[in-house]
């Protein structure tokens, strides 16, 4: 792969002229104004795709409602086919993506416009989307486009799905993974599945990725009337929702982060040895982590092995905020007629979602009991996703693992991520087919965030990556 690796060095400025270009459109998902953005960005990956020879399609996947009220129509999904001219029967994968971002102003706090490229003198490259995920979706690409410009065949058949509402909940695309994997249809035929959607550990160290976090998102709603009260012609004479609400929360988790729900610890898989060992040479420094956090003091778990597995092989449970409580600045003596608190449980094998909120439903309702309340106690379930995980000794593992090796001569960590990416589990529910998560960006990147930013040696080296997988996967899988 050397001449491979070459050619990508040389091409640097254009391919990073070509992510300016990505950059540029704002493809918000969760924004009904720049709905039209990610149309305009999918025709201009499917022009992309087309232009390097890829059979590409768009799917209309019919309309949704915003959280607005407003009816909109879903973004199409993407299928790319890319067919190799060697001979005999070769193996095909599949790589996912997504061309959506999040919102941007500078007004949030950037340094640079987010929708313009720029490149600091470090050599990283601010924008919205360059890291999450525009970089690594058009990386695929430009691997393809290089193996295209050496006259080197694919080494397998290729075919990608991307999709532009990753980040507003990946609506419809579910449905159309099973669809697409009916006999005759085109996910039917894909022998291994990559996403390219996910960050190293460090800032220093590739890895490969075999886990991710499930999710069970939670709505705790307690009505006390029917309108606000003046606190101080009502306080202590009727039940207060907010104070009902906050003594439910605090008896979900201890200060140390234990979850205090019955039962819900009893369904975690026990820790293995083997399981164990991973942990030992994986590149993590504990200090590093809190500074980045921004935490002020120091951590719960005291040892590289205890933060890790707390991150990825145990569940933990947060809570995100109050609902309908006064939250602007300055004082407001008012009780609430009704508050909706709302906390997550990220879950791990063998955790089941409907278990899970079975067993939180069950818990609140006791809990409220005890505070003999008039109050009236609803409880919802949102967004529930089953953890990931996978085998990374997988000859799809193995071909991701030798590609780190070809590009960077290193062993990689094998690592899981405290997130969710609830389309890895349904590309292998759907298929039965193995899903490596190989990332490309740092630790550092700052997806979602402020100054997100993709590094221009882990965008070069990116595309190197991904073609060398190709290249591997030819021969392990």
Known sequence: MEAFFKHIDSRQEELIKRLAEAVAIPSVSGEPERRSECVRMVEWTRDWAVRLGGDAKLHDIGTHTHASGVVLPLPPILTVEFRSKKAGPLKTVCVYGHLDVQPAEKSDGWNTEPFVLTEAANGA????????????????????EALQQLNMDLPVNIKMCLE?????????????????????????????????DNYWLSTTKPCVT??????????????????????????????????????????????????????????????????????????????????????????????????????????????????????????????????????????????????????????????????????????????????????????????????????????????CEGGSIPISLTFQEATGKNLVLLPIGRSDDGAHSQNEKLDRTNYINGVKLLGAYFDELSRLL
Not at 172 to 195: R, T, Y
Not at 301 to 319: C, E, F, G, N, T
Not at 382 to 406: C, M, T, V, W
């Open 164 to 196: 532009c509402m990753e980040e507003s909940g990946s609506e419809g695309l579910e449905e159309f993974v099973f669809a697409q994997a009916k006999p005759g249809m085109f996910l039917s035929d894909v022998d291994a599945f990559c996403i390219s």
């Open 210 to 415: 075999y886990g991710l976090r499930g999710l069970a998102y939670f709505l705790v709603e307690v009505e006390g009337g029917s309108k606000d009260l003046h606190s101080g012609v009502f306080g202590g004479v009727v039940h207060e929702a907010t104070i009902d609400l906050v003594k439910l929360l605090a008896s979900v988790a201890d200060t140390k982060g234990n979850i205090l729900i019955e039962g819900v610890n009893e369904t975690v898989r026990p820790l293995t040895d083997e399981e164990a060992r991973r942990y030992d040479n994986i590149d993590f420094d504990t200090e590093t982590f809190r500074q980045e956090a921004g935490a002020v003091g120091h951590l719960m778990r005291d040892s590289k092995h205890k933060v890790l597995m707390h991150r990825w092989r145990y569940p933990s449970i947060s809570i995100h905020g109050i609902e309908g409580a006064y939250s602007g600045a300055g004082a407001k003596t008012v009780i609430p007629r009704k508050v909706i608190g709302k906390f997550s449980i990220r879950l791990v094998p063998d955790m089941d979602p409907v278990k899970v909120g079975e067993l939180v439903k069950a818990h609140l309702e006791r809990e409220f009991a005890k505070l003999g309340s008039s109050n009236k106690l609803s409880i919802a379930m949102e967004h529930p996703g089953k953890p990931f995980l996978s085998d990374p000794n997988h000859p799809n593992y193995r071909a991701a693992r030798n590609a780190i090796q070809a590009v960077y001569g290193i062993e990689p960590d094998l690592t």
């Open 125 to 144: 490259l601010y924008g919205r989307g360059s890291s999450d995920d525009k970089g690594p979706v058009l990386s695929w690409l430009w691997a393809i």
